[in-house]
């Protein structure tokens, strides 16, 4: 079918839907997307009624594009009937939705899995890197906790242990990119000490604020990490370090240690310090053992080995680090902190390269590679 037989088809098309009472206009651009996908379909697939061909497409192209025109007239109308702004009634439920989703009928792990994605809007590939798990490997757990609560009645809230875990999870992922994502964490943790008298909910909320405090002071202004060590604790929130002290002193007063108070012990005596060199790392580090205690976490363990080395000296960080499984993410970037802590700057930039490949965002992967480039610098002088 030629450009001429398709123009000579036009008025015809045109014509017909004129006549079913549309708008010239309307009809007139359904025509002419229709003459479009007929030039790039029908070389390949010319029809046997091409007037019949057009008019169906035509037709259906007109309908799409008064359907798309009427949703945006509601949006437009449904925008005008709003409310002045203004203070919104206190009605939130998010929070119950998090309990909803942390059903009886799921794991844990499961549960908090779903809520993340389902409520707290992360990613699967999020999910999974909180987890320590592949994709697929997450992917499958999500579907199975959907097809399992698509089976029971979400009349059942589940327990606070669950809700905690992931209101932990969300901060972390909103903490290390979307602000708004560790804000919302906070204010529904707020909500949460607010409404249960939990110590360990009052040691997940001190941990949030002692971490948020030090959010301004984590980036340089071309956006690139700043190490604990380096960074300007002028910049330090002490409004938000003073809440979160209290509210942790008055937790471990209740004597029920849980692994948020234990975090948020940690978390307090880094803010705690006038300057890094001033920093409490022999208490770090029995902190560190009441943590390694209550989770055994392999994460819990890799951050002993840098308060180790810290501590008692690299060599003894290194030979807690030797303890772990190579392949624990961030192993490989602690491993060369320590080694150039040691000294072996040629080991420490090998690493340092090497780990920013593993690197699980760009903004860890370019530190990892200056910190590459800086040590060989120095090898070359």
């Known amino acids: 079918m030629d450009e001429v037989h398709l123009r000579s088809l036009t008025p015809s098309v045109l014509g017909i839907l004129v006549r079913r009472g549309e708008y010239f206009a309307a009809a007139e651009d359904a025509v002419q997307d229709a003459l479009v996908e007929a030039v790039r379909v029908w070389p390949a697939d010319p029809p046997r009624d091409p007037k019949g ?10 309908l ?43 794991t844990p792990s499961s549960a908090v899995a779903l809520t993340l994605r389902a409520v707290g809007g992360l990613t699967t590939r999020q999910i999974a890197q909180a987890y320590l798990v592949p994709e697929a490997t997450m992917a499958q757990r999500i579907s199975r906790a959907k097809r ?40 529904l943790t ?20 002692l971490h948020h405090a030090r959010r ?48 948020a012990a940690i978390a307090a005596l880094h803010a705690d310090a006038p300057t890094a060199e001033e920093t409490d790392w022999v208490q770090i580090v029995e902190w560190y053992d009441e943590l390694a205690r ?16 810290e501590a008692d000296g690299p060599r003894a960080g290194l030979a807690a680090l030797d303890a772990l499984d190579a392949s624990l993410p961030r192993r490989t970037a602690v491993a060369a902190y320590l080694h150039e802590r040691d000294g072996d700057l040629a080991t420490a930039a090998r690493l340092y390269a090497e780990a920013a490949h593993k690197a699980p965002d760009l903004a860890e992967r370019d530190h990892l ?12 002088r």
């Open 294 to 309: 209550l989770t055994d976490s392999p994460v819990v363990r890799l951050n002993r080995a840098v308060a180790v080395g």
């Open 369 to 380: 590679t200056r910190q590459a480039a800086r040590l060989n610098s120095r090898l070359r």
């Open 216 to 263: 301004p002071a984590r980036t340089a202004p071309d956006g690139s990490l700043v190490p604990l060590a380096e960074q300007d604790r002028g910049r330090w929130d002490t409004a938000a370090i003073a809440e979160g002290i209290g509210i942790l002193q008055a937790a471990l007063a209740r004597d029920r240690l849980g692994e948020f108070q234990a975090q």
């Open 190 to 209: 707020r909500q949460l000490a607010a409404a249960i008298d939990h110590p360990e909910v009052a040691g997940l909320l001190a941990l949030m604020l």
């Open 53 to 62: 061909w057009l008019v169906t497409v035509a037709w259906r192209k007109f």
């Open 148 to 187: 399992t609560v698509s089976t029971v009645r979400l009349d059942r809230p589940g327990d606070v242990a669950t809700v905690l875990r992931v209101l932990y999870l969300v901060f972390n992922e909103g903490y290390s990119g979307d602000i708004d994502l560790a804000a919302e964490a906070i204010r």
């Open 64 to 106: 799409d594009a008064t359907r798309a025109d009427a949703a945006r007239r509601r949006r437009e109308d449904l925008h005008e009937e709003q409310p002045p702004p203004g203070p919104a009634p206190a009605v939130d439920d998010t929070l119950q939705l998090y309990f909803l989703c942390a059903h009886p009928s799921l």
